[in-house]
């Protein structure tokens, strides 16, 4: 008996915990649960969410090939990662922006924010919020031009919350939930977010903490405010204006930039909820979903450091 418990023991390199996911399998799984959103945005804004998420995403699959074979690596355009940064990107622009940028801003993404850490896996930030940093910083004008939804027109007018940053006016909860009103892309239907996003859950290709955790924070710091003053807007309006369910359910989650333990997730979590109340509150922009994702990614490796379990007899 003994001889056999002996023969029978396998002695193996890490990981030792085994899957069914795969990369491939999880980014394909997020497109499809992002279908409900591009097809609210193509009702939404027609033509112009087309050909945007087309642009966006065309190329940063070239992108990607261009990149990859110049660096002499394989090519694996196949595991789907080059479409969902590319989709992701077409969600967070505004419908009227020239395409030629939003081309140069799926680059971006591509290769500054992912493969020059070296590839999927690796990067430290997510790639299509580095390509709308970048494009807001450099073209700040065209990144703040909002079209009515159902309108062809590239007429200027305010998103929810740049009525209420700059003239104290709220928007009705209903447009914000069903979306007809302007924003980028893909964020202005929290109906359809919410559908893809517990597709994801569900499914089981993404963890629910980090979103959750955000919602906790942006609903505790505003709910503060709201006591103190209702002009500082309700948690309802902060949590479904702008990019808080798009940002919470389909970038937070991001296995690759967030911590891997429950604990960090869900500081990491409360701490962009916090940051979103702060700049929306404080700061000189109406919207602070970008930032605060991309400064807690900079936290990441940081939290997953503090929340490391100890090992097992220390």
Not at 17 to 36: E, G, R, Y
Not at 53 to 77: G, H
Not at 158 to 166: Q, W
Request: proline share 5%; charged share 10%.
């Amino acid at each position: 008996m003994e001889n056999n418990s002996k023969n029978n023991l396998l002695i193996s390199s890490s990981p030792h915990i085994f899957s069914n996911l795969s990369v491939q399998k999880i980014m394909w799984n997020v497109a499809i649960a992002l279908l409900p959103a591009v097809l609210v945005s193509l009702w939404l804004f027609r033509i112009k969410a087309l050909m945007l998420i087309i642009v966006c995403v065309l190329t940063s699959i070239i992108a990607e090939v261009l990149f990859l074979k110049l660096r002499k690596k394989t090519i694996s355009i196949s595991d789907g990662s080059a479409v969902v940064t590319g989709l992701l990107l077409a969600m967070v622009l505004p419908p009227s922006i020239p395409l030629s940028l939003a081309a140069l801003g799926a680059v971006v993404s591509i290769v500054i924010g992912k493969q020059v850490y070296g590839g999927i896996g690796q990067n430290i930030f997510n790639p299509a919020l580095v390509g709308r940093a970048f494009l807001m910083a450099a073209f700040p004008a065209m990144m703040t031009k909002w079209i009515n939804p159902f309108s062809l027109d590239a007429v200027t007018t305010a998103t929810p919350l740049g009525l209420f940053k700059f003239s104290h006016t709220f928007v009705s909860l209903k447009e914000l939930f069903i979306g007809t009103v302007p924003g980028s892309l893909g964020e202005t239907s929290v109906l359809a977010l919410v559908i893809g996003g517990i597709y994801l859950f569900s499914k089981g290709y993404a963890d629910w903490r980090p979103s959750v955790a955000i919602f906790v924070g942006i609903t505790l710091f505003s709910s503060i405010l709201y006591i103190i003053d209702s002009g500082f807007g309700s948690p309802l309006f902060h949590l479904l204006s702008g990019g808080v369910v798009l940002g919470s359910l389909f970038m937070a989650t991001d296995p690759v930039t967030s911590p891997v333990t429950s604990k960090g997730k869900w500081i990491f979590g409360i701490g962009i909820g916090i940051i979103i109340m702060v700049i929306r509150i404080w700061g000189g922009l109406p919207e602070g979903v970008m930032y605060s994702i991309l400064l807690m990614n900079a936290f990441t490796p940081s939290i997953n450091k503090i929340c490391r379990p100890k090992r097992f007899g220390t």
